[in-house]
């Protein structure tokens, strides 16, 4: 079982096993976000608790940031939560499409800050104008995701991890 652990700043950091996250409890360095249902039993006191997916460190960890990485399919819609920006649609990674928030037509780039996951539907009825333009709102603004993030952890490996893709 692995946890992410993410940074004060809700940065993710990397993923850590449950043992280690366990400690880090223990120590109170860090908190639960996310819980599994399954409950598991924890030293030798014997205590039953809900088994971490995501924790917060308490102060927060000065960790090196390399440099961002190249925007890709894949990142953008693990940066997105494998989530229409648009409807909030889950429609599973292969029917997702990145939507450029300012149209290539209109002089958008294909960049971090430009670039959203968007089902199918939502991008033809986007067409080629602006969120704005086309009556719709974004959930999020598009971010930059970090080369930590991207490199050491597999976001898209559990459903609730996606969400903590970008800062």
Not at 38 to 50: F, K, L, Q, S
């Amino acid at each position: 079982m692995q946890v992410l652990l993410i940074n004060a700043n809700y940065a993710p950091l990397a993923v850590v096993t449950l043992p280690r996250a366990m400690r880090l409890l223990a120590r109170q360095k860090a908190e639960v976000l996310e819980t599994d249902s399954r409950a598991i039993t924890t030293g030798t006191a014997g205590v039953t608790v809900e088994r971490p997916l995501v924790m917060r460190m308490r102060s927060y960890v000065h960790a090196k940031l390399l440099r961002h990485p190249n925007v890709s399919r894949p990142l953008v819609i693990a940066r997105d939560g494998e989530t229409c920006q648009y409807c909030g649609c889950q429609p599973g990674r292969a029917q997702l499409t990145l939507d450029h928030v300012l149209p290539r037509a209109q002089g958008g780039e294909s960049s971090w800050e430009n670039l959203v996951a968007a089902c199918r539907t939502c991008n033809a009825r986007k067409a080629n104008r602006t969120p704005e333009q086309a009556g719709m709102v974004l959930r999020s603004q598009p971010r930059r995701m970090m080369l930590s993030v991207a490199s050491r952890i597999d976001l898209s490996a559990r459903e609730v991890w996606g969400q903590y893709g970008y800062h």
